[in-house]
């Protein structure tokens, strides 16, 4: 930042450096990040699987003689001391209400992270706006008590001379006294309040305490740009605080779908692919194979979930006056402050 900042050029800084604002940005990466989370599940799911089986000791099960039905039944252990199984499961999901709302909210989502940062601008603009000016009217108010002791120490000389000839009394150069040395306190106690301010500045535009910073300003340049067109008609719409919860809004509308087509199954392929391998000896075990393969198509269908989906539902869309609400009143409350403001200026 230059050596002697104007106010375009904290801001500049301000919105580079603030923590706040990198947050915002950093927050909008990572919900980036979570939008393709949701919509990995539109993908293929491949897994690989491996298991290794000794046993100890085999299974055993009784069968009938066949070539003698009425004699003993036989005993017999089945299975080999050594199995082992690889394979791959493969699997695509043909339809999912839980995918689909992801699917549905990737924009406003990506809108919510871009219409924090955007609101986190403005505030740092604002923040740094009003803490340049505190410092530039604690700076004017120096100067004007800068010069309101000189003149009243000149008061003070002057009382002093028409005492020293009998001119007046005590009581005026007294009373003269009082009032410099209150100029004084009163100098004293807002030049005290100038490192606090230069540290606030420096707290909202992200710089470093330890570094140097001098603002400038043009007075006359401040003057022209305080000039509004009071003419000018109040869009709320065009305020950051109603394009969120618009946003929200939007948002709230895809989850009342969710719950309403709860009801709808979830659709999905598979395949699956293995490798059988038995052996008694654990040398020989991977040398033969036994392969087998399935493909088909599964669904599951919520057929009862104790009413629960219902009241969710009847959440969503309470939810959703209550978010019509604040709307409402959002938008009283920024025609309100429009109109305090106006009347001010004027």
């Known amino acids: 930042i230059p050596s002697n900042a104007s106010l375009p050029q904290c801001i500049e800084f301000a919105l580079r450096n ?16 979570n939008i393709r989370i949701g919509l990995s599940g539109w993908l293929p799911q491949v897994n690989g699987t491996g298991i290794y089986t000794r ?53 406003p989502t990506r809108l919510v992270y871009q219409q924090t940062t955007t609101a986190n601008k403005i505030d740092v603009v604002t923040n740094v706006s009003k803490a340049f000016y ?35 009394d ?41 570094k140097p910073l001098a603002l400038q300003y043009d007075t006359l340049q401040m003057v022209r740009e305080t000039q509004l067109d009071t003419t000018e008609q109040l869009m709320p719409e065009r305020r950051i605080e ?9 948002l709230q509308s895809i989850t009342i779908d969710y719950y309403r087509y709860g ?3 979830t659709l999905s392929s598979f395949y699956n692919y293995n490798r059988v391998y038995q052996n008694n000896e654990f040398s020989e075990l991977y040398k033969t194979a036994y392969p087998n393969q399935q493909a088909g ?23 959703d006056e209550r978010l019509d609400l604040d709307l409402f009143d959002t938008r009283n409350q920024i025609t309100t402050e429009y109109d305090q403001a106006m009347g001010v200026y004027k």
């Open 18 to 33: 603030q923590p706040l604002v990198r947050q915002s940005q950093l927050d909008e990466q990572i919900g980036e990040r």
């Open 55 to 107: 046993n100890i000791q085999l299974q055993t099960t009784v069968f009938p003689d066949l070539t003698n039905p009425g004699g003993p039944q036989q005993v017999i252990r089945i299975g080999l001391a050594n199995t082992s199984t690889i394979g791959v499961a493969a699997s695509q999901l043909l339809f999912s209400n839980d995918v689909l709302r992801a699917a549905r909210s990737v924009k």
């Open 134 to 168: 505190n410092i530039l009217l604690t700076e004017e108010q120096l100067k004007i008590l800068d010069e309101d002791i000189q003149r009243q120490e000149r008061q003070v000389k002057d009382s002093k001379a028409r005492l020293d000839v009998g001119l007046v």
């Open 170 to 210: 005590k009581t005026d150069y007294l009373r003269a006294s009082v009032s410099v040395r209150n100029a004084y306190a009163q100098r004293r106690g807002t030049a005290a309040t100038l490192p606090g301010l230069y540290s606030n500045l420096k707290q909202l535009m992200g710089l470093s305490p330890e």
């Open 242 to 250: 109603i394009q969120q919860l618009q946003t929200q809004k939007r």
């Open 263 to 265: 009801f709808l199954p």
């Open 297 to 319: 198509a599964q669904f599951a269908l919520p057929l009862f979930t104790g009413l629960r989906r219902i009241q969710n539902l009847k959440i969503a869309r309470l939810q």
